[in-house]
């Protein structure tokens, strides 16, 4: 075979076609390694039901059990001079609205001075025991600082607040987005109203789609 011009053609030898095939054997590997990469990333949960957590005897929880209703997130302490009187509207709107349209959700946190001393099961037997709470307790967690729990870290990066104190409380809709928080002194009258009015909403649905 001659090339243009009348010249011999240059065959490859053997050397160069082994580093050719090892060249586009290591870009192979590589382009492979990357897209299992990208595949095996963890994906950033897009809602609040998408989270796990713990409950209050440190068991692995999925919150996407609570996807399809509201839920009113809340961190809750056993020695707070808010205490009762948070304990005992939560309680009464968790039993009000029902469980199969609302819940209360409830996380101890022990960032506010000696509010919430105990382990997460004491503050859960404190509130069932002294309350008659039965609203479901979580693992005691942090809300502040670098090892903030997540789910509940989503809930204030949606808001752009971080709570000052026990018992603020985010309203969590069917699709587990932040629709409205109050502070710790808010009146109690507005969550229910609000609370309320979105378990009306999804009742409506339900029926709706029968």
Request: aromatic share 12%; net charge positive.
């Amino acid at each position: 075979m001659e090339a243009l011009g009348g010249y011999p053609a240059k065959s490859s030898s053997p050397k160069a076609r082994r580093l050719t095939v090892l060249l586009s054997m290591t870009v192979g590997v590589g382009c492979l390694f990357l897209l299992q990469t990208q595949l095996a990333r963890p994906r950033r949960p897009r809602d609040f039901y998408s989270f796990e957590v713990k409950d209050a005897r440190g068991r692995t929880v999925s919150l996407e059990k609570y996807r399809g209703k509201a839920s009113l997130v809340v961190n809750v302490a056993s020695q707070s001079e808010q205490t009762e009187a948070n304990y005992r509207s939560l309680q009464e709107l968790h039993r009000e609205l029902g469980t199969s349209h609302f819940n209360v959700l409830a996380f101890p946190c022990g960032q506010f001075g000696d509010t919430e001393p105990g382990l997460s099961r004491d503050a859960e037997a404190f509130a069932k025991s002294t309350y008659g709470v039965t609203f479901p307790f979580f693992s005691k967690i942090r809300i502040m600082g670098s090892e903030s729990e997540p789910a509940f870290k989503f809930l204030t990066d949606s808001v752009q607040k971080t709570p000052k104190w026990n018992f603020w409380k985010f309203l969590v809709n069917p699709e587990g987005q932040v629709v409205r928080f109050w502070r710790t002194d808010e009146p109690f009258d507005s969550i229910r109203q609000e609370a309320s009015a979105m378990v009306r909403e999804i009742i409506l649905k339900k029926r709706v789609e029968l």
